[in-house]
């Protein structure tokens, strides 16, 4: 073998196996750096506050894709932008892969909207998965509180929130069918 091969296949050894490190997250290193998210986003990643999101059992790709758009100040919110600006993408999918693995609590939703809100989710359901449990980039919703679902809609509708196809979908619903469809999401496991 001569120099060139040599270093050309050390390089691509180092590619591959830098893939493969990359490609398994570690989970325990997630917990360790996830510690201080607990402060606003409840113990175990179950939040208690209505208008801050639970993390725990979040679909993982979502999770990263969420924080890098605050890193990178596509989505915009001053505490996350300041929370994600130093995480590298490593650290990024380490969090989101341990946040995915903790057991989700539901918010519960008020019955009668939620309801109301039943017939109007079977279109949600195509992206975000059965009973809205979340699928690949498309975030779990079922059990999320009402009043943060309810902000996000609001955001993707003014435009201030613009990844993913959301904005479309959000200038269908009225501002009732906001309330009713995610008392009823909330009230999902
Ligand atoms: C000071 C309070 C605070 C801390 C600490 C905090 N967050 Fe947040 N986080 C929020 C708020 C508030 C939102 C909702 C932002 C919005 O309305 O768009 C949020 C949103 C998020 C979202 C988006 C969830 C979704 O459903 O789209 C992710 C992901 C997230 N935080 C992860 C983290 C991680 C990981 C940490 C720790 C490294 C962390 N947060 C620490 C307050 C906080
Ligand atoms: C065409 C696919 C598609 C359909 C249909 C769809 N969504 Fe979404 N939705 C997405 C994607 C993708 C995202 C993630 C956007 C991002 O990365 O910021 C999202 C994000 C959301 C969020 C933000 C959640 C969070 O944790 O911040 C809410 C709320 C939401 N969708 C509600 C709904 C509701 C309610 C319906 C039905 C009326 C619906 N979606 C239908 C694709 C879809």
Redesign the pocket.
């Known amino acids: 073998m001569n120099l060139v091969t040599k270093v050309s296949s050390g390089i691509l050894l180092g590619l591959v196996w830098g893939s493969v490190v990359m490609a398994a997250p570690d989970i325990e290193a997630g917990k360790q750096r996830a510690a201080m998210c607990f402060n606003c986003h409840g113990a175990g990643g179950n939040s208690q506050n209505p208008n801050v999101?639970s993390l725990a059992g979040?679909k993982p790709a979502?999770l990263a894709?969420?924080l890098r758009?605050f890193r990178e100040g596509t989505?915009t919110n001053g505490m996350m932008q300041n929370m994600a600006g130093g995480l590298s993408n490593e650290e990024i999918n380490n969090i989101a892969a341990f946040l995915a693995s903790l057991p989700s609590k539901s918010a519960g939703g008020e019955s009668a909207l939620a309801k109301k809100g039943q017939s109007?989710?079977t279109?949600?359901f195509?992206?975000?998965g059965s009973g809205a449990k979340g699928m690949g980039?498309?975030?779990k919703?079922a059990g999320?509180h009402p009043a943060?679902?309810q902000r996000?809609?609001a955001a993707?509708k003014d435009g201030s929130?613009k990844?993913?196809?959301?904005r479309g979908?959000?200038n269908?619903?009225s501002d009732d069918d906001?309330i009713a469809?995610?008392e009823y999401?909330g009230s999902l496991q």
């Not at 990844?163 to 959301?166: F, I, R």
């Open positions: 999101p979040q979502y894709n969420q758009a989505r109007k989710v279109l949600c195509g992206c975000h980039v498309t975030p919703l999320q943060y679902l996000q809609l993707f929130r990844n993913g196809p959301m979908i959000a269908m619903l906001i469809v995610t999401l």
